[in-house]
Every structure is written in structure tokens, then in C-alpha cells.
């Protein structure tokens, strides 16, 4: 992967995390991954149709996944894809809470951590130095 690539990857995305939509300065701690949607082992390549702009904690937890259990239904679903799906017909903030409103969201969020206490705790900061969303 190119610095070209990193770059423009991380222009697109406008500095934000493309799962759980943290912004770079707010983690400067935790310097954001370029991330493979598909992994190469699924042979996922480094077109940028495949790269996407995580935090470390979406990327780490997302690891390789391309799907998950819905926490809802227990049905085996696909996790979220930034470049085919629109963010906002998955997910939606609810305070400092991620809500999935989809199988796909529900899924990604919930693999994701995206709830975790310190997450909700940082968004719940973010929110009150009108930082979030």
C-alpha cells in the first residue's frame, strides 16, 4: 500500500473512524489504522475500494470478520461495508450510544464493541463539548 493510498484513504473518509465514526483527534493516543474490508486472507486487496479508515478498536475487534451474529435474532449476518452501505440506514446515535437499526448494524455494532463503557463514556464527553456527532 502506497502513502498515495493511506492518504487518500484517509481524505475520504474525512479523518473519521468509517465503522464507529470516532475522529483521529480525538483518539491522537491511537493512531487510526488503514483497514482491509476484506482481509487478504479472504483476498481482499489494497484497492481502494477495499481500504477503509478505522479506529484501532474497530479494526482490531473487526479483524478479519466479514460477518457476524445478530445479538438479536442470532441469525449469522454480514458486517457493515464502508464503501457498498450508507452509514445512517444501519446506525443511529442515540445520545452517546450506537444503535444498529439493522441486522447489519446491530451485528457490526455489537462485534465491534461500539458500546463498550469507555466508548460511551468518551462520546458522552464529546457530547458535552458539542464535539459529537
Known sequence: ??????????TRA?????????KQEHELHRPFH????????????????????????????????????D????????????????????VRFDGGRIVGVTAIGRTTAWLLEMNSDDREELRATLIESSEWP
Request: with cysteine; hydrophobic share 30%.
Open 1 to 10: 500500500m502506497t502513502k498515495a493510498q493511506r492518504q487518500r484513504v484517509r
Open 14 to 22: 474525512g479523518d473519521r473512524c468509517e465503522y464507529c465514526r470516532l
Open 34 to 69: 488503514i483497514e482491509h474490508i476484506i482481509a487478504a486472507q479472504h483476498r481482499g486487496g489494497d484497492d481502494l475500494e477495499n481500504l477503509a479508515l478505522a479506529c484501532q478498536l474497530c479494526n482490531l475487534l473487526k479483524g478479519p470478520n466479514l460477518s457476524g451474529i
Open 71 to 90: 445479538p438479536d435474532t442470532e441469525k449469522l449476518e454480514r458486517l457493515f461495508h464502508p464503501r457498498k452501505d450508507i452509514w445512517t440506514e444501519h
